[in-house]
């Protein structure tokens, strides 16, 4: 029989790691000059790969030279200074190195027992952000709430969606599986993630009212007082508004303030996702969007978004953490332990949808220790100054026009011309690979957006975009 290999083996593991390093610098000097978005075909690096899995071991050599020929050309490159699309995933050195060292750990934090530091770093890190960035006094672990990491907003938000189900249902429908007449609420801009949370929770699309906004693409409270008093009136119980800093099409801010109260009255769960804007909040001057978070019930932003820790890692809080618990815990006789009935301590599976858990905090503690807090505000600053200083030019250009107000890092924008016009010239500067922007609509128009978020965004870069857009619309007009 054949001995079995050696999975950790330091003889391999010392010069293979010392050579990805290499890679990855190497890539990271090449990122700008690459083309953004990547130029693969469908199929195309599914039929390069071989079809069947190697029967013996490859060298590490050849892997990594597969990587460059098989691998690279498949990527749309989202460190690149030159990527403005959709909104940044932010990856840093720190970040990488926790995560390394997350893998190598291979920790599983379901319960505090199976790995106390995988949970009350956890706990620290944060209470470090929402000290960092002022959020409510009920979202710290010290009262009744506290915070978590999911793996993103989609299942924070299902989580906090699930949560305030089962507190308008007294938990009924956890055991009966039945939630009829609940009416949950958000704005025509929120994100589709809470559409999916709907249709997983069992509310049902039917039952999610996208209330309209106003003309800064802003939630109207007033609507949504009317729907939820029409809901009333017909017989339905309204239990769930979906609030957002900063929608995904414009980064609009629904008025949490009014919301809030909106909500209180009624008895109503108010979850506001800040999936991309809520890093935004450890500046204090832009903290004007968050007034009113003190209302919520759960809260969540991605620090994997725009915030130096690479993708995944989203801060979801609450204000009574009993709710997400209830809701959430199941607990089959091989998990008890000592530990959990003691009380003490938090066991993290019962916040989130699995049961396993790796170490994810360990980013965030890197990250934060790295750059310090005043680091990570002067690269927020940075690009704040770098899309205001877009926005000017797109301004005082008259074949170009802002059609939305300029909120945080993100621009949006149109030529002065047909929405196919818009979407030639995207596809066209897209095509080229110096950058990549993508669209959104806005008011029944095709619009550009072009987002500063990634590490390495200069000056140059935004000037370069800008003189491509300029360039490429002069050339369109001319075919
Ligand atoms: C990006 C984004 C999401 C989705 O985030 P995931 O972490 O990928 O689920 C949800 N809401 C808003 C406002 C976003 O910007």
Not at 78 to 107: E, H, I, K, R, T
Request: some cysteine; proline content about 6%; charged content about 15%.
């Amino acid at each position: 029989m054949q001995p079995p290999p050696r999975a950790f083996d330091p003889s391999s593991f010392r010069p293979q790691l010392a050579a990805l390093t290499d890679w990855i610098v190497a890539y990271y000097e090449q990122l700008p000059h690459l083309p953004v978005l990547s130029r693969s075909r469908p199929g195309e690096i599914f039929n390069a790969l071989p079809a069947t899995a190697p029967e013996l071991p490859d060298p590490f050599d050849e892997v990594l030279a597969d990587l460059d020929q098989l691998i690279l050309p498949g990527l749309t490159h989202w460190q690149s200074p030159n990527f403005f699309a959709y909104f940044p995933a932010n990856a840093s050195g720190p970040s990488m190195l926790a995560d390394l060292l997350s893998a190598a750990l291979g920790v599983q934090g379901m319960l505090w027992q199976t790995s106390p530091a995988c949970t009350e770093l956890e706990t620290r890190m944060l209470d470090w952000l929402a000290e960092a960035c002022a959020l409510p006094a009920v979202f710290r672990a010290a009262g009744a709430g506290g915070g978590v990491l999911q793996d993103s907003a989609s299942s924070a938000t299902l989580c906090a969606l699930i949560a305030a189900r089962e507190r308008a249902t007294g938990g009924s429908s956890n055991e009966l599986g039945y939630a009829g007449g609940l009416v949950a609420y958000t704005s025509s801009q929120a994100h589709s993630s809470l559409d999916k949370a709907v249709m997983l929770a069992g509310i049902g699309r039917a039952n999610l009212r996208k209330i309209e906004v106003d003309e800064n693409f802003a939630l109207r409270p007033a609507a949504l007082a009317a729907a939820m008093a029409a809901d009333r009136a017909a017989g339905l119980r309204p239990f769930f508004v979906g609030a957002t800093v900063g929608t995904t099409s414009s980064l609009a801010c629904d008025p949490l303030g009014e919301l809030g109260r909106l909500c209180q009255r009624a008895g109503v769960w108010l979850h506001v996702d800040a999936a991309m804007a809520g890093s935004a909040a450890l500046l204090p001057e832009e903290r004007g969007r968050f007034a009113g978070l003190e209302l919520a019930d759960s809260y969540c932003f991605n620090p994997h978004k725009w915030l130096l820790t690479n993708f995944d890692c989203c801060c979801f809080y609450v204000a009574c953490r009993q709710d997400l618990v209830a809701a959430l815990s199941v607990t089959p006789a091989y998990l008890n332990n000592d530990a959990s009935a003691s009380g003490g301590s938090f066991d993290y599976r019962d916040w989130q949808i699995p049961l396993g858990r790796r170490f994810r905090a360990l980013k965030l503690w890197f990250v934060l220790r790295g750059f310090g807090l005043a680091g990570l505000r002067a690269l927020l600053r940075h690009h704040l100054l770098l899309a205001a200083r877009f926005a000017g030019w797109v301004a005082a250009d008259p074949d170009f026009q802002l059609v939305a107000p300029v909120s945080l890092n993100l621009v949006c924008f149109r030529y002065r011309a047909s929405d196919d016009f818009n979407r030639r010239l995207q596809a066209c500067v897209n095509a080229e690979g110096r950058l990549f922007i993508s669209h959104t609509a806005l008011a029944g128009q095709h619009v550009l957006r072009l987002c500063v978020g990634q590490a390495a965004t200069s000056d140059e870069h935004v000037a370069q975009a800008w003189s491509t857009l300029r360039q490429t619309a002069a050339r369109l007009n001319q075919a």
